[in-house]
């Protein structure tokens, strides 16, 4: 018996909302990282489903290309907290207040 | 029996989820990330995608999930540090959200179900993807690309400065 | 896939790990240690069973029996996990890896490895991708800084040339037309005057990339810089001892035997030889013939890869990452669109 879409979509929502509320809740940049990347597995899931659910391959192709997309914002991000690493020497968020050093 | 596998997946996915921004140890995050992208490629695959699942595992796990670790070791970061709360109020507020958001998606789901969908499946194999990809996609192809040359740019430059000297140290 | 396809592959999967932990590996070992022993003018272990062959059971025992000292304030889970994460990708490598064509029985074409993905290639360097992660986690979770050092050095070199290696199979799967791993064995299959059309010969630049990448990958001398006894006084081996250091020891031999076979599939040709192992199915001894020729053609790639350890020095990180930019990559490049070029020009 095959799985109904609607459960794919509902991990998928679940998925994002945790990856959501992680981005607000946590204060280790890397966590926040790490994330974003939960939030946008929720919405692969979610493409891939209706993507499926159509029988059409567009919504994996969106997919292929918003994975591409998401590793050049991680790699970008973690350059980035590595920069602010070497002015602070940690990752908390909240040590981020100046607009400059 | 389909049924019953997509369940175990997903409740472990959904925990790996949970344990990604839970954990007080940053490479535990990293690791339930690793669990993470590993069902989902797994659903991936379920869900007549092997190439994006393969892709997910490739890019995912391989590649973002090493920097990340590399990242947190080298900077040694161990249990702990960063687990007092946020200004006052804004856990409760971020909880909130949450949970709206996730009830609003529920009550979505629920009334408005999606059920099996079409008859015809297309698996997403290197060939049926390439097909569109380099045809009808060619575009967001070009753009795509050039927009992974301006990450590795600017990784290049950030990641390449000279570290600051702070006094004291 | 149906219940009985399942059994089936959870058939193959009992055949070839039993092959694989209980012939293959030990004597892997036992040649290493040989071969070792040859080159550098000596007799290597000939005391245990014939010849040496009782030898690697009884390192196993050994191992198995030693103790196991750990760290104080090491993570715990992570350390007990380390292991095991390095050597499943190692064993899901040997999942896809195609050791004879098949073997028709009932009217069910059997292929002789546990599941023909189509997207064979793709998903075996996605497992090679996970290679780092056993050395990272053992190195960072021993708190030790010497283990921490090891992991992040076998941790880069694996980033590094992971690029140069995907890159060198991308020609190869031009060329064959198909991500399945079977059918880029089919694709070598036909014959050019006298030579067979096997990947050695139209993808020689490719062949040398893919195997010094690999060896990179799994961390093998003369690139070992993870476990570098030199220079990070064990790496991230340091601080395991007993039947883990055991699996860390597997995990290396699995990544050679696989390496070897991807070679033999990818450049050499798989199971085809000319006139002999021809496509087709065939009776069951056809069928033997070609795993036999497979096994044979991987043991000559395995023997040149344990020989290459022990007859070149280590190099240090510098070098390795200066390898990796300035002769790795302009090669797999170079190798990726000539290839292209060139079959442009030939259609």
Not at chain 1, 45 to 69: I, K, M, N, T
Not at chain 3, 31 to 38: H, M, V
Not at chain 3, 62 to 82: E, I, S
Request: with cysteine; glycine share 12%.
């Amino acid at each position: 018996m095959a799985v109904p879409i609607s459960y794919y979509l509902i991990l998928g929502a679940l998925l994002f909302v945790v990856g959501v509320v992680g981005v607000l809740l946590r204060r280790n940049m890397l966590v926040v990282l790490g994330a974003f990347e939960v939030a946008f597995t929720g919405v692969h899931l979610s493409w891939v489903a209706f993507a499926h659910y159509h029988g059409q391959l567009d919504g994996q192709v969106v997919v292929l290309f918003s994975l591409v997309v998401s590793v050049a914002q991680i790699g970008v991000g973690l350059a980035l907290v590595l920069a602010f690493y070497r002015h602070v020497r940690c990752v908390d968020i909240e040590a981020a207040d100046k607009l400059r050093w | 029996m389909e049924l019953v596998l997509f369940f175990l997946i997903a409740v472990l996915t959904a925990a790996a989820a949970v344990g990604a921004i839970a954990f007080r140890n940053p490479l535990y995050c990293a690791f339930s990330l690793l669990t993470l992208g590993a069902c989902s490629a797994l659903l991936f695959v379920h869900l007549q995608a092997p190439f994006l699942g393969v892709a997910q595992m490739l890019v995912s796990t391989g590649v973002v999930l090493v920097l990340l670790l590399s990242a947190i070791s080298v900077m040694n970061l161990r249990t702990g540090k960063y687990a007092e709360p946020l200004r006052r109020g804004t856990r409760s507020a971020a909880l909130l959200l949450g949970l709206v958001l996730l009830a609003h998606l529920a009550w979505r789901l629920v009334f408005y179900p999606v059920g099996i969908g079409a008859e015809q499946k297309i698996t997403g194999s290197a060939v049926a993807l390439g097909q569109i990809v380099f045809t009808r996609f060619a575009l967001p192809l070009e753009i795509t690309a050039l927009v992974l040359l301006a990450a590795v740019v600017a990784l290049l430059v950030l990641a390449g400065q000279e570290p600051v000297q702070v006094e004291g140290e | 896939m149906d219940s009985v396809g399942l059994l089936i592959a959870c058939a193959k999967s009992a055949v070839l790990l039993g092959l694989v932990f209980g012939v293959a590996l030990p004597y892997v070992y036992l040649l290493d240690r040989r071969l070792g022993a040859f080159t550098q003018g000596r007799l290597g272990p000939n005391r245990v069973g014939p010849v040496g062959l009782g030898q690697p059971w009884a390192d196993m025992l050994k191992l198995l029996f030693k103790g196991d000292m750990n760290p104080q304030g090491r993570d715990r889970f992570l350390h007990a996990l380390a292991p095991l994460v390095a050597l499943l990708p190692a064993l899901m490598i040997l999942a896809a890896i195609p050791f004879g064509e098949g073997i028709v029985v009932g009217g069910r074409h059997i292929g002789l490895q546990i599941v023909d993905l189509d997207v064979g290639v793709l998903y075996i360097l996605s497992m090679v991708a996970l290679a780092g992660y056993g050395a990272l986690l053992a190195g960072w979770s021993a708190n030790d800084k010497y283990a921490l050092l090891g992991g992040l050095r076998a941790v880069g070199q694996r980033l590094g040339c992971g690029l140069a290696l995907g890159l060198a199979v991308v020609g190869v799967l031009a060329l064959s037309g198909s991500a399945r791993l079977s059918e880029v064995i089919l694709a070598q299959t036909s014959m050019v005057g006298p030579l067979p059309c096997w990947n050695v010969w139209r993808q020689p630049l490719g062949l040398l990339v893919f195997v010094v990448a690999w060896l990179v990958q799994i961390d093998r001398p003369p690139f070992g810089l993870g476990a570098a006894g030199s220079a990070v006084a064990g790496g991230f081996l340091t601080h395991y001892g007993g039947a883990r250091r055991l699996l860390f020891q597997w995990t290396e031999y699995v990544y050679l035997l696989a390496g070897s076979a991807l070679v033999v599939t990818f450049y050499g040709g798989g199971w085809h030889l000319p006139y002999l192992a021809t496509v087709g199915p065939g009776s069951l001894w056809q069928e033997l013939l070609k795993v036999a020729v497979f096994g044979l053609k991987t043991a000559c790639v395995l023997v040149a890869a344990l020989w290459v350890r022990w007859i070149l020095p280590r190099l240090h990180s510098g070098q390795v990452g200066r390898l990796n930019k300035r002769i790795l990559l302009p090669a797999a490049l170079l190798n990726a669109l000539g290839t292209a070029w060139i079959m442009a020009l030939v259609r």
